[in-house]
């Protein structure tokens, strides 16, 4: 029977609640069926180099504060530049993601890309920080950018970043907000290693959206012409 790989997830105050338990969940569940392993400062088990040599993927859930998340984490960030630059596996959910930019942050992302508020943004679909359902262009296959895209999948979002700095169809795009092309996903190399980040939640379980206002009818209704 072959060894389940190994996935580190982190789990502290930095992320929120439930964040963490949803993409373990992802991860034990994918075609990898990794072998998840919490680590944090309150956890049995915290960063450390010894840890993420016998591991394949470290991955960061979504959290409320960036300036809080990268004051815990900034002591291991070489420790997981190293991780990353000889081999191994980042991923990045909304929080996770503007941890791998560079201000601040790990700086895993390669020269000229950098992480930014998508809410900040010219035609973002929501221009602050509640709770919402948006609409995001995913691509699924590899190969030709672009080439198989679900256009306008409905994502749980909460201030979640984007990605600046890629030029056109780069294959390296995986996802773009549907309202104004901004880069919402993406894979890129770092030495030996690769950094996976989405500014938006598609790791979002049906609780999450147990919102107090339905985004999904508001923008549902806003985006359905009228007879």
């Not at 809080?68 to 990045?92: L, T």
């Amino acid at each position: 029977m072959a060894t389940r790989p190994q996935a580190l997830v982190y789990r502290g105050n930095a992320a929120c609640d439930g964040c963490s338990e949803v993409v373990a969940h992802v991860l034990e569940t994918s075609p990898y069926h990794f072998n998840v392993t919490y680590c944090g400062p309150d956890e049995s088990v915290d960063l450390s180099a010894e840890v993420l040599s016998s591991a394949a993927v470290y991955a960061y859930p979504g959290g409320p504060d960036l300036n809080s998340a990268w004051k815990e984490i900034k002591e291991h960030a070489e420790i997981i530049r190293n991780f990353v630059r000889d081999g191994g596996r980042y991923m990045g959910f909304c929080l996770g993601a503007y941890l791998a930019g560079r201000s601040p942050g790990l700086g895993l992302l390669p020269k000229g890309i950098d992480t930014d508020s998508e809410c900040e943004q010219e035609g973002a679909q929501v221009s602050d920080g509640r709770d919402a359902v948006i609409q995001v262009d995913w691509e699924f296959n590899s190969g030709s950018p672009y080439s198989n895209v679900q256009r306008g999948r409905w994502l749980y979002f909460q201030e979640g970043a984007m990605l600046t700095g890629f030029k056109g169809e780069d294959p390296r795009i995986l996802a773009r907000y549907s309202s104004n092309g901004d880069v919402a996903a993406s894979a890129t190399s770092f030495g030996r290693g690769f950094v996976g980040l989405t500014g938006p939640h598609p790791e979002a379980t049906k609780d999450w959206f147990k919102l107090e206002i339905s985004w999904y009818t508001m923008l549902r209704r806003q985006l359905t012409p009228t007879r």
